[in-house]
Antibody, heavy 120, light 108 residues
Framework: EVQLVESGGALVQPGGSLRLSCAAS????????MSWVRQAPGKGLEWVSV???????YSADSVKGRFTISRDNSKNTLYLQMNSLRAEDTAVYYC??????????????WGQGTLVTVSS | SYVLTQPPSVSVAPGQTARITCGGN??????VHWYQQKPGQAPVLVVY???DRPSGIPERFSGSNSGNTATLTISRVEAGDEADYYC???????????FGGGTKLTVL
């Protein structure tokens, strides 16, 4: 059974840093497209970053240069390093995996999310 | 960047058919996916590749995609279908994933 468990969410001051983790089980992280998707309070879904099975990464313009997605194959875990945090980064962050659809273009599996609050 | 447009809300009586649209430039050339999200829960994929359903999703959920509009259709709507629904595509020109703004389905 595919499981994704996020952790690391916290209250952090503007300009601060935080690292989110997503522990995966039931599959191999390095064999799939893995993404982070966030949802600000009362708002819609926003894709943040992806890491392909080959290791290439892409990020939304809103976080480019501040957030870095990575994985640890030995721990089967996905990460999101978030630097220079802003109030507008406040959101629930979901870890998501491809699945079902052609070309890995959708998110077939989701974690339960972890809350990041950026405030002084 | 590619933009997907959804109506903010759709209302339907139980047993009726709900249709939620997702507009985008030549969206018919892309694979469209739909997610259901209930309050306090993670999204769930309900339709992928325009019209396919993951295992466990009722046949009442179906999708279509042509021209500049994709549509999620929910037949014989039940109270438990009340949720936010999001469309999503992958924009190959930028290697970005794009979500629509979401539609709140209210069951009257």
């Amino acid at each position: 059974e595919v499981q994704l468990v996020e952790s690391g969410g916290a209250l952090v001051q503007p300009g601060g840093s935080l690292r989110l983790s997503c522990a995966a089980s039931g599959f191999t992280v390095s064999s799939n497209y893995m993404s982070w998707v966030r949802q600000a309070p009362g708002k819609g879904l926003e894709w943040v970053s992806v890491i392909y099975s080959g290791g290439s990464t892409y990020s939304a313009d809103s976080v480019k240069g501040r957030f870095t997605i990575s994985r640890d194959n030995s721990k089967n875990t996905l990460y999101l390093q978030m630097n220079s945090l802003r109030a507008e980064d406040t959101a629930v962050y979901y870890c998501a995996r491809d699945g079902y659809c052609s070309g890995g273009s959708c998110f077939g599996y989701w974690g339960q999310g972890t809350l990041v609050t950026v405030s002084s | 960047s590619y933009v997907l447009t959804q109506p903010p809300s759709v209302s339907v009586a139980p047993g009726q058919t709900a249709r939620i649209t997702c507009g985008g430039n030549n969206i018919g050339s892309k694979n469209v996916h739909w997610y259901q999200q209930k309050p306090g829960q993670a999204p769930v994929l309900v339709v992928y590749d325009d019209s396919d359903r993951p295992s466990g999703i009722p046949e009442r959920f179906s999708g279509s995609n042509s021209g500049n509009t994709a549509t999620l259709t929910i037949s014989r709507v039940e109270a438990g279908d009340e949720a936010d629904y999001y469309c999503q595509v992958w924009d190959s020109s930028s290697d970005h994933w794009v979500f629509g703004g979401g539609t709140k389905l209210t069951v009257l």
